[in-house]
T-cell receptor, first 113, second 111 residues
Framework: KAGVTQTPRYLIKTRGQQVTLSCSPISGHRSVSWYQQTPGQGLQFLFEYFSETQRNKGNFPGRFSGRQFSNSRSEMNVSTLELGDSALYLC????????????FGPGTRLTVL | KQEVTQIPAALSVPEGENLVLNCSFTDSAIYNLQWFRQDPGKGLTSLLLIQSSQREQTSGRLNASLDKSSGRSTLYIAASQPGDSATYLCAYSGNTGKLIFGQGTTLQVKP
């Protein structure tokens, strides 16, 4: 069974640009969550999508947005990039219940110059 | 406020030692607690999942316990090996569905 995949694995952008990250969950999983990991703040929750609807949202500015498609694949978009957006972005998939195990992908390393 | 604290922040042990990593949380309404392993620059690998109704889970040389009443979980690693060197993260799932993570314990096992 294939795991969670994320593309691209590495990105380098400049301030002011926008970026789109993609996450394909484990087959059969309907929930996709996104997390930002930085050395200073650790792992912080961005948002969760379940059956194409945003079900939960963290405390990030509106520049961070996402969506989920009918095949459960999810994309995350960051507009007007800032230096502080440099981070490892991780997505996790699960069956969708609160007690279900979450499985993480390898992450996308975003560097903003 | 939802918080997870992991102690110690870093640990260095010789190969073969048994060790315990600690995790404490403030939220009493948890659905489950997961322990993850993260290698440098990589994603998270799920090691063990303990449901709120369970007391412990075991996988190979790993054993995780959960005490909801005291807000504590421990990860026990038996007979540590250099390949166990990584950062270990604990996280719980509350009624919001998101995982609340600790800052992690960075483990180095020396040959």
């Amino acid at each position: 069974k294939a795991g969670v995949t994320q593309t691209p694995r590495y990105l380098i952008k400049t301030r002011g640009q926008q970026v789109t990250l993609s996450c394909s969950p484990i087959s059969g999983h309907r929930s996709v969550s996104w997390y930002q990991q930085t050395p200073g703040q650790g792992l912080q929750f961005l948002f969760e999508y379940f059956s194409e609807t945003q079900r939960n949202k963290g405390n990030f500015p509106g520049r961070f947005s996402g969506r989920q498609f009918s095949n459960s694949r999810s994309e995350m978009n960051v507009s007007t990039l800032e230096l502080g957006d440099s981070a490892l972005y991780l997505c996790a998939s699960s069956l969708g219940q609160l007690y279900n195990e979450q499985f993480f992908g390898p992450g996308t390393r975003l560097t903003v110059l | 406020k939802q918080e997870v604290t992991q102690i110690p922040a870093a640990l260095s042990v010789p190969e073969g030692e048994n060790l315990v990593l600690n995790c404490s949380f403030t939220d009493s309404a948890i659905y489950n607690l997961q322990w993850f392993r993260q290698d440098p620059g990589k994603g998270l690998t799920s090691l063990l999942l303990i449901q709120s109704s369970q007391r412990e889970q075991t996988s190979g040389r790993l054993n995780a316990s959960l005490d909801k009443s005291s807000g504590r979980s421990t990860l026990y690693i038996a007979a540590s090996q250099p390949g166990d060197s990584a950062t270990y993260l604990c996280a719980y799932s509350g009624n919001t569905g998101k995982l609340i993570f600790g800052q992690g314990t960075t483990l180095q096992v020396k040959p």
